[in-house]
């Protein structure tokens, strides 16, 4: 059975950090592409950041450039996103999403998400 587990979400203060984890089962987890995607209630999903597990890519959304770092641990099978200097516009529920390959698409396996919170 596909399962991808988030964790590490939380409430933190503006400019505070957390590590948000991404663990995957069932899959060949190197050969996929993880993403990480954020919802707020009243918008869209959007993409915040992306790795190409066969060979390391990675991307961001600008807006979060500079401050977040998407990893991996193929050992662990966990994909990371670790987030510094936190805004309270980051405050969404973030899920990780795995598509075989090296287009993040969205449309195949989806984590059941974790809530951040940065208060102002």
């Known amino acids: 059975e596909v399962q991808l587990v988030e964790s590490g979400g939380g409430l933190v203060p503006a400019g505070g950090s957390l590590r948000l984890s991404c663990a995957a089962s069932?899959?060949?987890?190197?050969?996929?592409?993880i993403g990480w995607f954020r919802q707020s209630p009243g918008k869209d999903r959007e993409g915040v950041a992306s790795?190409?597990?066969?060979?390391?890519?990675?991307d961001y959304r600008d807006s979060v450039k500079d401050r977040f770092t998407i990893s991996a641990d193929l050992a662990k099978n966990t994909v990371y996103l670790q987030m510094n200097n936190l805004k309270p516009e980051d405050t969404a529920v973030y899920s990780c999403?795995?598509?075989?390959?090296?287009?993040?698409?969205?449309?195949?396996?989806w984590g059941q998400g974790t809530q951040v919170t940065v208060s102002p």
């Open positions: 790795i190409i597990m066969s060979d390391g890519r990675t």
């Open positions: 069932g899959f060949t987890f190197d050969e996929y592409a």
């Open positions: 999403s795995a598509d075989p390959g090296t287009v993040v698409a969205g449309t195949h396996y």
